[in-house]
T-cell receptor, first 111, second 115 residues
Framework: SQKIEQNSEALNIQEGKTATLTCNYT??????LQWYRQDPGRGPVFLLL?????KEKRKERLKVTFDTTLKQSLFHITASQPADSATYLC??????????FGTGTSLTVIP | DTGVSQDPRHKITKRGQNVTFRCDPI?????LYWYRQTLGQGPEFLTY????????KSRLLSDRFSAERPKGSFSTLEIQRTEQGDSAMYLC?????????????FGPGTRLTVL
C-alpha cells in the first residue's frame, strides 16, 4: 500500500521567512498530488495541486514542487505570516477516487 | 464555510451505543467521501459514493460501520456498538467529478468521543 511521510517534527519559523514542508511517498507514483491546510477542529481546505508531469506550481505566496524520481513533493510558503500557522497535509491521488493523506506537518510562524 | 455541512459537530456516547452522523454536500456535487481522522494523523479514506451508489469501501470499514446516500444528496454514516477505538473526527467531503480539476470540499467534521 502507499506510504506517505511528512515532516514528523513540528516546524517553527520566524515571520517573514520561507517555510518548506516535505511530503515523501513510496510505491507507485500518483497521478497528482494535493496540499491542504487544516486548522484545529476544522476540515482540511484545498490549497494547491500538482500533476505528475509538472515540476512546479505557484499560487501567490505558495509554491509546490514535484519530483517523481525522488518521490517527493516540497511545499513552500514565502514571506510567512502568523496567520499561516496550521497543519498542512499532502494527499496523493492515483486514480480518480481515492485520496491518500500524509500525517500532516504542524507549522507555527512566530511573530 | 465550504458549503459542506455535517451534523452533529460533536457527539459523546457510551461504549456499545449506536451513533449516526449526517453529511450534506454541495448540492451539485455527485461524489461524496467519508474519512476518519485521529489525533496527529491525516484523514483515512472510509467510503465513497457516486450519486446513491456506494462504489468503494476501505478495509478499515468494519461490519459495524454502514453508510448510505439514499437519494444521492445527503449521506449518513452509522456506527453500531461503538468502541473506544472509534473515537475520532469523522469528515465528509464532496466533489463534482473525478478529474484532476475537481477539488474535494470538506465539511467541518463530527468529533466522536466514546466513553
Amino acid at each position: 500500500s502507499q506510504k506517505i511521510e511528512q515532516n514528523s517534527e513540528a516546524l517553527n519559523i520566524q515571520e517573514g521567512k520561507t517555510a518548506t514542508l516535505t511530503c515523501n511517498y513510496t510505491n507507485y507514483s500518483p497521478a497528482y498530488l494535493q496540499w491542504y491546510r487544516q486548522d484545529p477542529g476544522r476540515g482540511p481546505v484545498f490549497l494547491l495541486l500538482i500533476r505528475e508531469n509538472e515540476k512546479e506550481k505557484r499560487k501567490e505566496r505558495l509554491k509546490v514542487t514535484f519530483d517523481t524520481t525522488l518521490k517527493q513533493s516540497l511545499f513552500h510558503i514565502t514571506a510567512s505570516q502568523p496567520a499561516d500557522s496550521a497543519t498542512y497535509l499532502c494527499a496523493l491521488v492515483r486514480t480518480g477516487n481515492q485520496f491518500y493523506f500524509g500525517t500532516g506537518t504542524s507549522l507555527t510562524v512566530i511573530p | 464555510d465550504t458549503g459542506v455541512s455535517q451534523d452533529p459537530r460533536h457527539k459523546i456516547t457510551k461504549r456499545g451505543q449506536n451513533v449516526t452522523f449526517r453529511c450534506d454536500p454541495i448540492s451539485e456535487h455527485n461524489r461524496l467521501y467519508w474519512y476518519r481522522q485521529t489525533l496527529g494523523q491525516g484523514p483515512e479514506f472510509l467510503t465513497y459514493f457516486q450519486n446513491e451508489a456506494q462504489l468503494e469501501k476501505s478495509r478499515l470499514l468494519s461490519d459495524r460501520f454502514s453508510a448510505e446516500r439514499p437519494k444521492g444528496s445527503f449521506s449518513t454514516l452509522e456506527i453500531q456498538r461503538t468502541e473506544q477505538g472509534d473515537s475520532a473526527m469523522y469528515l465528509c467531503a464532496s466533489r463534482s467529478g473525478t478529474g484532476w480539476k475537481d477539488t474535494q470540499y470538506f465539511g467541518p467534521g463530527t468529533r466522536l468521543t466514546v466513553l
